[in-house]
């Protein structure tokens, strides 16, 4: 349970989070993998507050959960207003900026 | 009058103001406008007189009136130079303008438009004036010039006929063409000096090498061939005729055409260390001369023969000033500006008379219709024949006597500086042939206008004497063709004239050399131009088969002749031909070159921009791809090469 530990951890989650991001195509597991990214950078926070003995660590933590999940509503609520009109499922055909 | 010589350009400058604009569309017709101009220019040459009066007291002779260019090394003023060859040259430019303007005022008073000829004719009196009151070169230059653009305004005066204008445009092209080794001569005189005053010139000459000093010299002359109308620069002068007979009189014949005569004879400290220029000068001078005797010899224009006279005289005043005889060429200037002038007065009477008439083919028996006109016609012929004792006896005289004394001088004398004095025997034996057919084309002319029976009898019955507006003129300028040779020129090389100018534009000195005996070189000279007299006579009026003989003797030559030595075909040749070559060859240059960079930068950029381009694609995953692969490269970087 050594501090390498779990920011190795938690970087591993950033990373598979930030692949996710660049690599799927289908719009709702990109917000997942958001979510993974944010879950990461929790991690990391968590682990140097334990280590550091000190609290401003965890204080953070709770804001950021709160902030994701509030992320996470509105992504969703513009995925289904999307959804009525473009093919969320392959967001490489949203590219009417195509230029 | 020492002390105020801006007084003397003022007034002409005035008269070019007030008449520019007083004129308009409803009162362009008034004789007023002549009368301003003559009495504005006649206050200049009362003026000049005070000036030439109140020299003698010797007091300052340069009078700065304003600064013009101060840069660094460069510095400029306009300034007025004030010795005794500016004196005689404005004497000769403001009396022979204001009596030219006086005779215009009667020739031009038909004229719709007269008031547009008094404004150009005191611009160029008050730029001629400048031109001969400088005190530097590019004062000079200036003026040069304006007088260059008064010559193309007047000449293309009856703007509405094609050929006046072609004319006008010949006129200033070709002196545009001296102009070119003019400029250059002063930036080398500049470059050379560090300055284009004339004094400051004169001062520092000791220290420049004779290499220079020639290369200098010889550029200047390259200007003052384009406005003395020197070989090969020589073709605008004869269609300079276009213009009003006025305009010929002033400006072909007696002031402008003498800049280039007064430049060099401006410069002669600089000359006179320059003997290979001198030679160059009196080789072209007497080239010229010659030619254009020929050329005067066949012409059928009254205008023409004139004109070819000036520039044959104008070769023989270059011919002085190569000879080392500065106060002779001056002389010379001095007597043919008023026996020329009086020609040209004489002959517009003549075309006056017959209604526009200029060919001589057309004219005849003239002498009982206008007997005055007659009288100073012929006196004029007689001074430009040389005959004793008129003026143009003196003076050419002298030119021919200057001549043979260096080609006489022993070597080692101290004027064998000049290198090949041998060579002037030929300049002088030219000048000698140059004498008869001046006697002999001026006699012919003389012949043909005004004895015989008339060729055209319905022109002749209308002929009639001019106004006296017109006729006063032409006495005044007689006394000056007869008299002012004697007056100036006695004894030779020992006058008034030569006294007078002695530091100003010098004699090279003639002593070191055999003193010729200078009553049989004037006996020589009076035999051979009173031959040339007699030959006209012969030919012309008593009718004798002298041109055909000379036909059989000389066959080719009058085809030689009029074709002006076939200048007009090689002008075409070179000029025009080599022009339109050039101007194809620019042509494609820049189409294929300068438009082919142009448009290919475009389609360069067309090109990189479309490539480019391809990153836009639309889709958001790239983008963050890109955003995460410059963060990794930038915080990649930071860590490992901090």
Known sequence: MTLSGFLMVGALLFSIGALGVLIRRNAIVMLMSIELMLQGANVTLAAFSKYLDDQAGYVLVVFSLTVAAAEVAIGLAILVALSRVYPVTNVDQLDSLHG | MIDAPWIIPLLPLIAFALNGLLRSSGRNKSQGYGWLSTGLIFGSFIATVLLWISLDTRTTEEFVLYRWIASGGFNVEIAFLTDELTVVMLLVVTGISTLVSMYATGYMSHDANQSRFFTWIPLFVFSMIMLVISDNLLQLFVF????????????????????????????????????????????????????????????????????????????????????????????????????????????????????????????????????????????????????????????????????????????????????????????????????????????????????????????????????????????????????????????????????????????????SVFHGAAIYWLFYITGLAVSIMTAAYTFRMIFKTFHGTPRNPELHAHAHESPWIMTVPLIILTIGATGAGALLGIPPENGLIHGYLKEAAPIIHLEGAAHPNTLVLALISTLVAGSGLLIAFGAYGKGLRIPLIARTLLPGAETLFKQKWYMDHLGDRFTVALTKALAFISWGFDVAVVDGIVNGLGSLTQTLSGQVRRIHTGQAQNYALLMVIGMVLTIGGLVLFR
């Open chain 2, 144 to 415: 040069w010039e304006m007088v260059g653009l008064c010559s193309y305004l007047l000449i293309g005066y009856w703007y509405q006929r094609n050929s006046a204008n072609a004319a006008a445009t010949k006129a200033f092209l070709v002196n545009r063409v001296g102009d070119f080794g003019f400029a250059i001569g002063i930036i080398l005189a500049f470059h050379e000096f560090g300055t284009v005053r004339y004094r400051e010139i004169f001062e520092n000459l000791g220290k420049a090498d004779e290499r220079m000093l020639t290369a200098i010299a010889l550029l200047l002359f390259v200007g003052a061939m384009g406005k003395s109308a020197q070989f090969p620069l020589h073709i605008w002068l004869p269609d300079a005729m276009e213009g009003p007979t006025p305009v010929s009189a002033l400006i072909h014949a007696a002031t402008m055409v003498t800049a280039g005569v007064y430049l060099v004879v401006r410069l002669n400290p600089l000359y006179t260390l320059a003997p290979q220029a001198l030679l160059v000068i009196a080789a072209t001078g007497t080239f010229t001369a010659f030619m254009a005797a020929t050329i005067a010899l066949v012409q059928t224009d009254i205008k023409r023969v004139l004109a070819y006279s000036t520039v044959s005289q104008l070769g023989l005043m270059f011919l002085a000033i190569g000879s080392g005889a500065y106060t002779v060429a001056i002389f010379h200037l001095a007597t043919h500006a008023f026996f020329k002038a009086l020609l040209f007065l004489g002959s517009g009477s003549v075309i006056h008379a017959l209604q526009d008439e200029q060919d001589m083919r057309q004219m005849g028996g003239l002498w009982r219709k206008l007997p005055l006109t007659y009288t100073t016609f012929l006196l004029g012929g007689l001074a430009l024949a040389a005959i004793f004792p008129l003026a143009g006896f003196w003076s050419k005289d002298e030119v021919l006597a200057v001549t043979f004394v260096k080609a006489t001088a022993p070597a080692g004398s101290a004027l």
